[in-house]
């Protein structure tokens, strides 16, 4: 993950990369075939340690909504440019076009979980009160584009995007569309 965001995909080599982890380019082209697979086997194995993190916070039933919708929101926008995990999904995305039907199934999974998430979370908070009612699958897909938009700027360090930033404007948002 760290040499992917340090170098690009298209700047890193299986030889390189076989330096760096130890391993021959060989090895590697056997258990990963192409470069576009050991790109989307190591977002899984990053998502995979997030989506555990993600879990831990979401199911704090003692917690307020807000506040763990706030934890979501932590959790989901890069910590600036470069962020070795957003870093991936950059590259991920802009494979997506040319990838095959099971590595794009493999991509919606990952974005499926974050979505499943975040929508369980919303009706928890409208079921309890905690937030105006509305349609938890419809805002989730809107939050997360805000989310996507602001979190590639934060990434890709467009100036005036920093994480401090668009964390103001995501709680400004939350407050002015989900607070009863």
Avoid: C
Avoid at 74 to 86: A, C, E, M
Avoid at 136 to 147: P, S, V
Wanted: net charge negative; no cysteine.
């Amino acid at each position: 993950m760290a040499t992917i965001a340090e170098r690009g995909l298209e700047g890193l080599t299986m030889a390189g990369l076989g330096r760096d982890v130890g391993m021959s380019s060989g090895h590697l082209l056997y258990y990963f075939r192409t470069k576009d697979e050991l790109l989307l086997q190591t977002l899984e194995w990053s998502e995979g340690r997030l989506g555990a993190e993600r879990s831990a916070l979401l199911s704090r039933q003692a917690t307020p909504v807000r506040e763990r919708l706030a934890a979501y929101v932590d959790l989901y926008v890069p910590d600036g440019p470069r962020d070795p995990h957003w870093t991936l999904w950059l590259e991920v995305w802009n494979r997506s076009q040319n990838a095959d039907d099971d590595a794009r199934a493999r991509q919606a999974a990952i974005e499926g979980a974050w979505h499943r998430d975040l929508v369980a979370l919303l009706a928890e908070g409208v079921s309890r009160g905690e937030l105006r009612p509305l349609d938890a699958d419809r805002y989730a897909a809107r939050l997360r584009a805000l989310l996507d938009g602001f979190s590639v700027h934060v990434a890709v360090g467009i100036p005036g995007t920093s994480r401090a930033q668009v964390l103001a404007h995501v709680r400004e948002f939350l407050e002015d569309v989900l607070l009863p």
